[in-house]
């Protein structure tokens, strides 16, 4: 498109001057070449001026003559750029840039006008006149350099929504992150550094107690102390030592010596931990810390208390200074009484803020305290009858002795008392451990004459032979190779039940068993308790043992009868005499009665095992022939057991003179026993004692014994006496 042509604008003085632009653009519409291309560049100034020439070669005045005019600054453009592009296009893009700019109505001061207007309408200024330069030629003209344009701003609007998008992405990220932190990762964040900040502590759980039939505590614990020593942190360890002795009751040297400093066997670290002391009470703990002594710490302890020390003390046991059982009914129920100790967790700040953190991470444990358990045995009695054991033991040397008091017919044992004792609260303070168990339980013997009433029980029931029964009576039989003879010869004579067992004859024993025979012989033992143990409740019971029948050598036939070539407990022997006293009754005898849960429950102990022997008018017949051995005293003799009737009760029994075996060997001396039943008419009470003597002093001792125990039994329990005019009246010959 052609670019306008602009009118000639006048000056000041009123005459007309055509711009650059009109003279360019004469020269165009002439066909000559106008003004620029290279030669308008060659007119480039070092100002950035151009010559403008009149009418096509130099500006012509009003006179005709040629001016010479620099363009003014003012009216350059501000683009850098238009001087190089009008060089390229030969000066036609800025003329037709110039022509294009008119007055417009409206700008912001009303008229907008070009640069070079502004200039034109202003008087030229005066200058020194000067050798005029030859004129180029049109073609050699600079091109006019166009005003640089201001660098265009950035809108700010722009910018403004820009920072604030910016800004809301920002705090949109930030939003979200506190979010997931929150509630999706927190414990991730919240545990990282748990461990170091978590303090556990044990809650103790106190070891169940073991009480009597009554509720009186025979073995608790109580709360107590333990000292102990960092060697690494004492000072002096033998000041030290010093100063704790009287207080622990433990020699300097003693103390002195835990506190070297030492490494652990096995390790290369240093020991910094020594107990001192256990089970210290509580005052003289407080005594300790008081001294506030380097080194020297105190922690909670328990301690086992045994209130009667040696009451019982063989059944009880004891436990290690751990509280976990080691012998007797601690070890035996070590699991139902230890108690399971609890633990609490929390988290605790460092350094001096090293306490709980309230509302942080806490989890506790709660402990569990031990059941306790209650006996069958009464603490009064159980006094009573090793008080009256330890004085008739006292008149033999080196012996062994065993009682047993049982209930009728519940078949609980209410005393269970062995010779020698001990102290259960220090148990290290004996001659050996042997002296620490329990007699009853594992003291193996033959039992002897006692056994009789086996043999005499099953005759009866199996109808061998009735009350009535008599036969002469040999004063020795032989059964084998062996001869068999009586302590007390009838020289032939016919002698009644009553008579052989009041006298304890073996030869009238023997021949009844040969007609009862072997194998119903082994059967009754076996129905009346002997080769197994009973299941008290005690540890390590013994079992003993019955003669298999293939072992039977012609010996046995007279041996077994009469209580030898057989081993039993004592306590395996009283319930087979509680069987007798209640009607035939096998009742397995038991020591727990019921158990004490950690919340209180009362449980009672499993039912015992109970199975019928003989029947109730065999086993009647047979109290009323033993009632014969404590009350037949005349010209015929006097029967085995006078010394173990009670005054004013009706008593049955059976006296027993049999051997001791150790693993198995046979010890010297004698075992003398005596188990009888009162009252005999109704009996409630079996007691029965058995003594291991060196000397064969036994038998003097365990009728004796068992007459004082059984008298303070029926005392103790308020039992009436028999009435005297319904006792029996034996006749030991009878015609």
Do not use: C
Request: zero cysteines; glycine letters at 12%.
């Amino acid at each position: 498109m052609p670019p306008r042509s602009e009118e000639p604008r006048r000056d000041a003085t009123g005459s007309r001057r055509g711009s650059s632009s009109g003279a360019r653009g004469t020269d165009r519409r002439s066909g000559e070449p106008g003004g620029g291309g290279i030669s308008d560049a060659r007119a480039y100034t070092p100002r950035g001026r151009t010559i403008r020439e009149g009418g096509g070669a130099a500006r012509t005045g009003v006179g005709g003559g040629a001016e010479q005019r620099r363009t003014p600054r003012s009216s350059r453009s501000g683009d850098p750029f238009r001087p190089a592009l009008q060089v390229l296009d030969g000066g036609q893009a800025g003329a037709a840039r110039a022509g294009r700019r008119e007055p417009v109505a409206g700008g912001r001061a009303g008229v907008v006008r070009t640069v070079s207007a502004r200039r034109d309408a202003e008087p030229a200024p005066r200058r020194r006149s000067s050798p005029r330069r030859p004129e180029r030629p049109a073609a050699a003209r600079r091109p006019v350099r166009k005003p640089r344009r201001p660098p265009k701003l950035a809108d700010p609007r722009f910018r403004l929504r820009l920072g604030t998008v910016l800004a809301l992405a920002l705090f949109t990220v930030i939003g979200i992150r506190l979010v997931v932190l929150q509630t999706v990762t927190p414990p991730a964040f919240a545990d990282g550094g748990l461990d170091k900040r978590l303090h556990s502590v044990e809650l103790p759980a106190p070891r169940g107690a073991i009480y009597d039939r009554t509720g009186d505590p025979l073995a608790h614990s109580v709360e107590a102390r333990y000292i102990y020593a960092d060697p690494e942190l004492v000072k002096d360890r033998f000041a030290t030592a010093k100063l704790l002795s009287p207080l622990l009751g433990v020699p300097v040297s003693e103390l002195a010596e835990k506190m070297q400093r030492r490494t652990r066997p096995g390790t290369t670290k240093k020991s910094q931990f020594e107990y001192l002391a256990r089970g210290v009470e509580v005052d003289k703990a407080k005594q300790i810390m008081a001294l506030d002594l380097a080194g020297i710490g105190v922690h909670r302890d328990e301690r086992r208390e045994v209130p009667g020390n040696d009451l019982a003390a063989n059944l009880l046991g004891f436990v290690s200074q751990d509280m976990v059982g080691l012998e007797g009914l601690e070890a035996k129920y070590d699991d139902l009484l230890e108690g399971k100790p609890g633990k609490k967790t929390y988290e605790v700040g460092q350094g001096d803020l090293a306490a709980p953190i309230p509302g942080g991470y806490s989890e506790t444990t709660e402990a569990k305290p031990g059941s306790s358990l209650v006996l069958t045995v009464d603490r009064d009695l159980q006094y009573r009858t090793q008080r009256i054991l330890t004085s008739q033991m006292a008149q033999t040397r080196g012996s062994v002795g065993a009682a047993v008091i049982m209930e009728i017919p519940s078949g609980e044992v209410l005393a269970q008392a062995s010779y020698p004792g001990y102290n259960a609260a220090a148990p290290g303070e004996v001659n050996s451990p042997a002296d620490r168990a329990d007699a009853a339980s594992s003291f193996v013997v033959e039992p002897g004459s006692i056994h009789k009433a086996i043999t005499y029980g099953a005759a009866l029931q199996e109808g061998v032979i009735t009350p009535d029964t008599a036969f002469p009576v040999a004063n020795t039989i032989t059964r084998g190779d062996t001869p068999f003879s009586d302590t007390h010869p009838v020289n032939g004579r016919r002698m009644g039940i009553p008579g052989m067992l009041a006298f304890s004859s073996n030869v009238g024993t023997i021949e009844i068993a040969g007609k009862l025979g072997r194998d119903r012989l082994i059967d009754y033992q076996k129905r009346f308790g002997l080769g197994r143990p009973t299941g008290e409740g005690m540890p390590g019971e013994a079992p003993g043992r019955l003669l298999p029948a293939d072992e039977w050598s012609g010996s046995s036939y007279g041996s077994v009868p009469i209580g030898h070539s057989v081993d039993a407990t004592p306590l395996q022997m009283a319930a087979a005499y509680a069987a007798i006293a209640n009607n035939g009754t096998y009742v397995q005898p038991h020591l727990i009665k019921e158990v004490i849960g950690p919340n209180g429950k009362r449980t009672p102990a499993a039912a015992p095992v109970t199975r019928s022997v003989l029947s109730p008018q065999n086993a009647a017949a047979l109290r009323r022939m033993l009632e014969a051995v404590t009350t037949i005293d005349g010209p015929d003799g006097q029967a085995t057991g006078l010394a173990a009737a009670v005054p004013g009760y009706r008593v049955a029994g059976k006296t027993g003179t049999g051997r001791r075996f150790v693993d198995g060997k046979l010890q010297t001396g004698q075992v003398g026993s005596f188990i009888g039943m009162a009252p005999a008419e109704k009996p409630r009470y079996v007691v029965a004692v058995f003594v291991w003597s060196p000397g064969g002093e036994g038998g003097t001792v365990a009728a004796p014994a068992f007459r004082e125990m059984m008298g303070f039994t029926l005392a103790h329990y308020r039992v009436p006496p028999s009435a005297s005019d319904k006792s029996p009246k034996f006749e030991v010959f009878p015609r």
